[in-house]
């Protein structure tokens, strides 16, 4: 892989991916304040010692907006990453056995996307201990009942196929049926779902933060501080739209990315070239 | 006689777009011109990408998936039908020329009614009425011998048998009287003894509405029986053309001649020892809805040897391989394999017993993981049941390849970057890996053009003799079976009709059956159809 042949478009994405992680990882390095400080008056104009200007309590913007990279782009990867891992491998051993195992999954999955998620988020989020696992946890179980319905319905696409059948006739096991047969032709649009469930992840934690459920204050996160300057925005105060342009920027960034990676293995001598 | 349809010169491009490369323009057509008179019918061959059918739908202007004529002239009846335009063309289209495709099932809606469809085209074009249309389409189902034809047109698409939806794709064609139709292989997708009623009806329905016909095909046996002329086609280009007679009895390109002889080897068949390799008991099975697929079948294969099982679509005889390997469990009956039972389900057979079982598939592409090279293709059953690794299993790989006669350089590459016949031998490379006793070939040619298929035969056969390898070798051909088999078995809705070896099963007397599938297949001989038809109706006339 040259990296001439990388687009544009994904250059752009990675860059933004960089640069956020770069503030999560080096947050007390490079923010000008601290993420609980109180440096001036409430909502004060930006000028040059403040570049995004001050919140509702007089807390720095850009230095909040750096230490919620951390919270928010390492919750929402976890949340994705653990959502994916789980829903591809259930709705996998689902799609390759069949049968009871299929019946039984695919039914509480059914149970599971009946009740609204963000009401199931609430009701299990007041109950169990305010903790950032927890929080993970939760919403990657709920996040990945999407990414089993995807998973079961491109993997019964495969099982069916010719290639499978001569590796059960070799005797493979079904661990090898399920990662080396199937999830290499069934990734373009499992890559593409990625993507989404991200940015999803993002705007679901933020949401939960926004209700008081997700990142407890005074920690920063993107999400949070939408909320907290909300009222602003009555009194033509941009604060919260300083987060929430954050928000949708990764959520861009990392969409680019994707969708390049999509072309790249799609594209890829023996692709099926669909997705 | 004036020329209906003049080809000169025609040159067709299309621009492909290989993965990773800049697209490029490569010639499908290149060069071709013919002529074609009223009430002849003109043949053209070649195998797969040769460019028949893009000549075929050029006759009605038509480019298919980004192929565009660039060069050269397309007359009907004097007018040049490139120069059309869009609204000028569409009124040739469906009228004057009208098209058959191959699969008819695809080509129809399933939606509506056959007879609305059948007389579609002749209504819009305003070349008749409907009540009229409905009478030409009753006289045309009747010319195509369909049964009930009365009644024919009322039935939906999938109340039909294939044949049947072949042939009343024909009669639409036929409906608005056109000066010329393109038949784009439409028997190919059809078993032998639908084969011939379908070759029979339009042959029939040709010479009684003296159309004009394009005949396009792979099989030079079939074209051989029902057109006046043949041009032999490859790469885009014309390598011979003249007519039937001199096409088939002499031959002036080694490509032809090779065309005209495929497949007339003939091996003896090894005599029938007591000790069998595989041994199937009266084995029946059935799907899980309870419907019975097979029905107390009994044969046996001895070591080293070839067992053909010939039948048509849905008489089990791929569903006997199933049962064979596992997939399909018998539900009655037994199977030994050197002299042991065979376990019946797939999932509690020790790996010792899969390996010795391999399966070649009639479709390479779907046989094989499109992500993997062919290095990890052949490599797994190493791995998998001999342990190899690392430079031990290259080196097998590599001796494997040149086993199957392809060279070292292809062991790096995906299925999608081989032809046809080079994934078939992929395929086969990757049973030999197991290092198999006995091979189950589920119709590994029939997707293949001829003379690539007989480069598979040959080399199935060469393993054969080299390491002592039995073959399950399924097909509808008979020319096959009488290329490569020592016993024969055929079959008919799951049942076991005959069997035996060769040289008993397919020498008279045989059972009803039998005779007609022998009779149905296309002989590399002119006049063949018209002697099966006139020996079919002595015989019934005699009953």
Known sequence: MRLREIPITAWIGILGIALACFCAIFAPLIAPYGETEVVGGVWQEADAQFFFGLDNLGRDILSRLIYGARTTLSVALAATVISFSLGILLSFIAAVSGGLIDTVFSRFNDLMMSIPTLIFALVVLAVLPQHLIVLILVMAVLDSTRVYRLGRAVALDVAVMEFVEAARLRGEGTAWIIFREILPNTLSPLLAEFGLRFAFSILFLSTLSFLGLGIQPPAADWGGMVKDNKDGIIFGISAALVPGTAIAALAICVNLVVDWLLKRTSSLKGGRGDA | ?543
């Open chain 2, 1 to 543: 006689m004036p020329e209906l349809l003049s080809v000169r010169n025609l040159k067709i491009e299309a621009t492909s777009y290989p993965p990773g490369e800049p697209p490029k323009c490569i010639t499908i057509v290149d060069g071709v011109s013919f002529d074609l008179q009223k009430g002849k019918v003109l043949g053209l061959i070649g195998e797969s990408g040769a460019g028949k059918s893009t000549i075929g739908l050029s006759a009605l202007a038509y480019g298919r998936g980004g192929a565009e004529i660039t060069g050269g002239e397309v007359s009907l009846n004097g007018t040049n039908i490139l120069a059309l335009g869009k609204t000028g063309i569409r009124k040739v289209r469906g009228a004057h020329v009208c098209y058959v495709a191959q699969s008819a099932a695809a080509a129809f809606n399933p939606a509506h009614r056959l007879g609305d469809q059948v007389i579609e085209a002749s209504v819009k074009h305003g070349l008749m009425t409907k009540d009229e249309a409905r009478k030409r389409a009753l006289y045309l189902f009747r010319v195509l011998g369909l049964p009930n034809p009365e009644t024919f047109g009322d039935r939906f698409p999938h109340q039909v048998s294939g044949g049947q939806l072949q042939r009343a794709m024909t009669a639409m064609a036929l409906c608005p009287n056109p000066e010329l139709i393109v038949f784009d292989e439409p028997t190919t997708a059809l078993d032998v003894t639908t084969q011939i009623d379908v070759l029979a009806a339009i042959k029939h329905a040709i010479e009684e509405t003296d159309t004009a016909a394009l005949y396009i095909t792979h099989d030079l046996a079939v074209v051989a029986q029902i057109s006046d002329d043949i041009m032999v086609l490859r790469y885009g280009k014309t390598v011979e053309y003249g007519s039937v007679q001199q096409i088939i009895e002499a031959p002036t390109q080694d490509y032809t001649r090779a065309l005209v002889n495929v497949r007339q080897t003939a091996r003896e068949e090894a005599p029938d020892q007591s000790q069998a390799l595989l041994k199937v008991d009266n084995v029946s099975a059935q799907y899980s809805n309870g419907f019975k697929v097979l029905h107390g079948v009994s044969l046996h294969l001895c070591k080293g040897q070839t067992l053909a099982i010939v039948g048509e679509s849905g008489s089990g005889k791929s569903t006997l391989a199933r049962v064979i390997t596992g997939l399909l469990p018998p539900s009655d009956g037994n199977i030994t394999f050197e002299g042991k039972a065979l376990t019946p389900e797939l999932k509690r057979r020790p790996r010792d017993e899969l390996r010795r079982i391999q399966l070649i598939y009639q479709m390479a592409d779907t046989a094989m993981n499109p992500r993997q090279t062919v290095r990890d293709i052949i490599g797994r059953p190493l791995t998998f049941y001999y342990g190899l690794r690392g430079a031990a299993k290259t080196a097998r790989v590599k001796e494997l390849l040149e086993q199957i006669e392809m060279s070292n350089g292809f062991i790096d590459r995906y299925p999608a970057e081989l032809s046809g016949g080079q994934k078939q031998r992929v395929a086969i490379a990757r049973a030999l890996a197991a290092k198999p006793e006995l091979i189950l070939c589920d119709e590994p040619t029939s997707a293949l053009d001829p003379l690539v298929a007989e480069g598979i035969l040959k080399l199935l056969m060469k393993l054969q003799t080299e390491s002592q390898l039995s073959y399950v070798f399924i097909t509808h051909d008979i020319a096959i079976v009488r290329a490569i088999a020592d016993s024969v078995a055929v079959m008919h809705r799951g049942r076991l009709v005959r069997f035996g070896p060769k040289s008993q099963a397919l020498s008279p007397p045989f059972d009803d059956y039998t005779d007609l599938l022998l009779k149905s297949v296309p002989e590399m001989e002119l006049g063949w159809l018209e002697r099966v038809l006139t020996s079919r109706r002595m015989a019934s006339a005699g009953n």
